[in-house]
C-alpha cells in the first residue's frame, strides 16, 4: 500500500512540474509579445531621452511615427507646432483620436497617456506603416 502512494506522489508532482514549466514559458512568451507589440523598450528609452533632452516632445521611432512627451499642455500645443511645421493641417476627430491632412492624405494621430505623466503621440498612415521596420 506503501508504494502505491509514492507513486502516486511522485506521478502527481511530474504532473504539476511539468505544468508549472509550461505555464512559465506561456508567461514569458506573452511578456515578450506585449513588449514587441507595444513597442516598449523605445517607449522606456523614451523616457530617459525626454528627461535629459530637455524637450517637450521627443522622435522614439527613429522615423517619426512616434513621439512620447510629458502630460501637460504644453506638449501638446508644441506637438501640434511641430505637426503645422512638417505641413500637416488638422480637420477633425477620428473617435478619440485627431485626424490630419497631410498633402491630400488623412493621417491618423493618437494620442495616448502613459502612468497619467506621459503622453504617446502615435501617427498612422500607410506612408508611416511603409516605413516601419519590419
Not at 514559458?25 to 523598450?41: M, N, R, V
Amino acid at each position: 500500500m506503501a508504494k502505491y502512494n509514492t507513486k502516486n506522489k511522485k506521478l502527481f508532482h511530474a504532473i504539476s512540474s511539468t505544468v508549472l514549466v509550461l505555464l512559465a514559458a506561456w508567461s514569458i512568451y506573452k511578456i515578450i509579445e506585449l513588449i514587441q507589440k507595444y513597442d516598449l523598450i523605445s517607449v522606456f528609452s523614451g523616457f530617459g531621452m525626454l528627461a535629459s533632452s530637455g524637450n517637450d516632445i521627443v522622435d522614439i521611432s527613429g522615423y517619426g511615427a512616434k513621439f512620447i512627451g510629458y502630460n501637460t499642455p504644453q506638449t501638446v500645443d508644441a506637438f501640434s507646432d511641430f505637426l503645422s511645421l512638417e505641413g500637416y493641417t488638422k480637420i477633425g476627430k477620428f473617435g478619440k483620436s485627431d485626424l490630419y491632412e497631410y498633402n491630400g492624405e488623412e493621417i491618423i494621430i493618437k494620442r495616448s497617456k502613459l502612468f497619467n505623466k506621459y503622453y504617446l503621440f502615435e501617427i498612422f498612415n500607410d506612408e508611416y506603416l511603409s516605413r516601419m521596420p519590419k
